[in-house]
């Protein structure tokens, strides 16, 4: 594909005179976002597309992607929920409810923008296994979504390269665990952050990119893959 | 365009660049020293030991910063506590237990990360809860405190969010601040839902442009910044024809403060 903006070399190499990667992203401090989409520093981390899966890709474009994933699957989640709310949704669960949609239709968005060319395709969901007329089911899932979300990010945080966009998924982070805190608080008050997710450190979860994957692809036809995730 | 020519052409104007950008400043002298572990809690203790000779002066300086801020916090809760009649119920206490656990907690992980990365913790501050008189109920006054509650915990989330990309020269660390900055935004949503079930304030569990939902205008430094509505150079009001209104754009993405704007909210409540 064509790169338009061809200013970074392969982050597997030496920028020459002996710079290491990490230290370019740290002092030239530009980051990859152009005004719109990012600059190729890879040709090929971008995602592979067969017949029957998709890969994420490598380096941080794996990364990004494998957040426009999760976001994916919850903004078409919510995008259900407030088309038609479970039965007894009171005025101001729907309130809340429609923002987190938009919310994580923002995070999409993003994520898609961002990512430009090298962008993973819009994956197919399956929600056969959610009944959308019931408070219950609709909630449980939410919250599973959104405690999902919140280890996704915490665990993948180290996995970034770009301290750009590590505070990128730094300011989508807590905004899922404030989605997490509401949704459990809505199911039982008080749960916000119970010993189901936060443990006797006073520490959230954290989760590997295969971890979550396994849960996620649950709510998924598409098949994703994240075979050239960096994994330290 | 060799951008490894340009980086050597500003080493050679300013030397010392590199290490000033750099978290990996090559400073320490003994902390990659071999440090007794004392008895830790579960898996800190094998945790650290790998993080030894890699806990710079920098890292260990965030977390100091962090261990300030949780003091901070366990201290204001620990201390509400202490006055069950602030309380209307024992939901509402026992939701403010449930918080002051974690931040007694976040200290002592904090303490332990540091002494076993041969730092030495920061001593807790004496600490003035009524911000030299700004907020002179807060401990007697149910709104005061929650609203102090409340500017407290998203100011934590602003303030781990600004130290993220300091940490990264540490896995280890790196990921524990993660984990400790999501569980602020969970209080700080749940804090928020108190204040609006109680008619304190008009605030949802996010933060909607840089509106406090607080009357004091004390508060306002933790919310500036928080009204943006573009990231990364893409504007999220409306992004690709969806109905995303300035709101939800603002309430999406939560912005970080750096250390020095904490310290300036935090100031007035150190004696």
């Known amino acids: 594909m064509k790169v338009e903006n061809e200013i970074m070399t392969s982050p597997q190499e030496d920028l020459g005179s002996g710079v290491s990667r990490r230290r370019f992203f740290t002092v030239a401090g530009i980051g990859l976002l152009a005004a719109s989409t990012i600059a190729s520093c890879k040709k090929d981390d971008g995602p592979i597309i067969t017949d029957n899966s998709i890969d994420l890709g490598s380096g941080d474009i794996g990364i990004l ?113 404030r989605h997490a805190a509401y949704i459990r608080d809505i199911i039982s008050n008080g749960s916000f952050a119970d010993s189901t997710t936060v443990d006797v450190n006073g520490l959230d979860m954290a989760k590997m990119p295969n971890d979550v994957l396994a849960i996620a692809g649950t709510y998924l036809k598409s098949k994703v893959t994240a075979k050239n995730l960096p994994t330290s | 365009m060799n951008f490894g020519n340009i980086l050597n052409e500003i080493e050679k104007v300013d030397p010392e660049v590199f290490e000033k950008t750099s978290p990996r400043r090559d400073i320490f002298k003994s902390f990659g020293s071999k440090v007794a572990v004392a008895a830790l809690p579960l898996a800190l203790g094998s945790m650290f030991k790998k993080a030894y000779g890699k806990t710079t002066a920098d890292v260990i300086s965030v977390l100091n910063f962090a261990l300030t801020l ?62 030299k008189g700004t907020f002179p109920v807060v401990f007697t006054d149910y709104a005061t405190f929650l609203a102090v509650a409340q500017t407290f915990e998203d100011t934590g989330v602003r303030a781990y969010k600004g130290q993220a990309g300091n940490l990264m020269t540490n896995n280890d660390v790196l990921t524990a601040a993660l984990q400790i900055h999501s569980v602020e935004a969970r209080h700080a949503s749940h804090i928020r839902q108190m204040r609006k079930a109680n008619g304190f304030g008009d605030v949802k569990p996010w933060i909607t442009g840089n509106d406090s939902g607080i009357a004091s205008s004390a508060v306002q430094p933790s919310y500036n910044g928080e009204e943006v509505t573009s990231q990364a150079g893409i504007g999220i009001v409306g992004i690709n024809g969806m109905a995303i209104n300035t709101a939800a754009a603002t309430e999406a993405f939560d912005e970080p403060l750096t250390e020095a704007q904490v310290l300036a909210i935090v100031t007035p409540f150190i004696v």
């Open chain 1, 65 to 177: 992607n494998y957040a426009y994933a999760l976001e994916q699957l919850e903004a078409a989640f919510y995008t259900k929920v407030a088309a038609s709310f479970y039965t007894g949704a009171t005025a101001t669960e729907m309130a809340r409810l429609t923002e987190i949609r938009d919310h994580e239709i923002a995070h999409r968005e993003f994520f898609k923008n961002a990512l430009g060319s090298k962008a993973i395709p819009a994956l197919e969901v399956n929600f056969a296994a959610i009944n959308f007329t019931n408070r219950d089911s609709v909630l449980s899932t939410a919250k599973a979504f959104e405690d999902l979300g919140v280890s996704a990010y915490n665990g993948a945080g180290k996995l970034i390269v770009s301290a750009d966009y590590l505070l990128l998924a730094g300011k989508i982070v807590s905004v899922e665990a």
């Open chain 2, 70 to 131: 949780e003091y901070l916090e366990a201290k204001f809760y620990n201390t509400a506590l202490l006055n069950a009649a602030l309380f209307p119920n024992a939901t509402a206490k026992g939701a403010i237990q449930t918080i002051a656990n974690h931040e007694n907690a976040h200290v002592a992980f904090l303490k332990t990360a540091i002494s076993s990365s041969g730092g030495t913790p920061v001593a807790e501050p004496v600490f003035d809860f009524t911000a």
